[in-house]
């Protein structure tokens, strides 16, 4: 009996892998404006359809936020570019889970407090005059 190799089922990557994807998502996320502005923070999580060129075909949330960031998500992932992949030969549509992360930067809080000063009578201007002579 001849020692065949399992050949496991391949799954469309984009190139540079998962760090070049989080790299997109990073620079590439838009915070929804009213999102920002209820403070909406969370994971979406979501399921895209892949066709056998690389294109994302469908997009579907599993688990979502309010206030925008659902189709901030799908637009992101709509516009990422996958590799094309055959599996034995025949081309095949995948399905490939992700999660894209909405967290708001810290807010700059500064607290102060006015204090009245008390006025202080002027001071009479002293004048000095200088002179400075440099020889070369």
Same mark, same amino acid.
């Given at each position: 009996?001849? @020692?065949?190799k399992? #050949?496991f089922?391949?799954?469309p990557q $984009?190139?540079g892998?998962k760090?070049a994807?989080? =790299?997109? %998502?990073?620079a590439?996320?838009?915070?929804?404006? +009213?999102?920002? +502005? #209820?403070?909406i +923070?969370g %994971?979406?999580?979501?399921? &895209? +359809?892949?066709?056998?060129n690389? #294109?994302?075909?469908q997009?579907?949330i599993i /688990?979502g936020?309010?206030g925008?960031?659902?189709?901030e &998500?799908?637009?992101?992932? =709509? @516009?990422?570019?996958f590799g094309?992949v055959?599996?034995k030969?025949v081309r095949?549509?995948? /399905? #490939?889970q992700f999660r894209i992360?909405?967290?708001l930067?810290?807010e700059n %809080? !500064?607290?102060?407090?006015? !204090?009245?000063q008390?006025?202080?009578k002027? =001071?009479p201007? $002293? !004048? /000095?005059s200088y002179s400075y002579?440099?020889?070369i």
């Open positions: 009996m001849k @020692n065949q399992n #050949k089922v391949q799954v $984009i190139a892998g760090a994807l989080q =790299k997109y %998502i990073e590439s996320l838009i915070y929804p404006e +009213e999102a920002r +502005e #209820k403070r +923070e %994971i979406v999580y979501l399921t &895209a +359809e892949i066709d056998d690389g #294109k994302v075909v997009v579907e /688990k936020l309010a925008g960031c659902n189709e &998500a799908i637009r992101l992932i =709509k @516009n990422v570019r094309g055959r599996n030969g095949v549509k995948t /399905k #490939k992360r909405f967290q930067p810290p %809080i !500064v607290n102060y407090n006015l !204090v009245a008390k006025e202080e002027p =001071k201007e $002293i !004048v /000095k002579t440099i020889q």
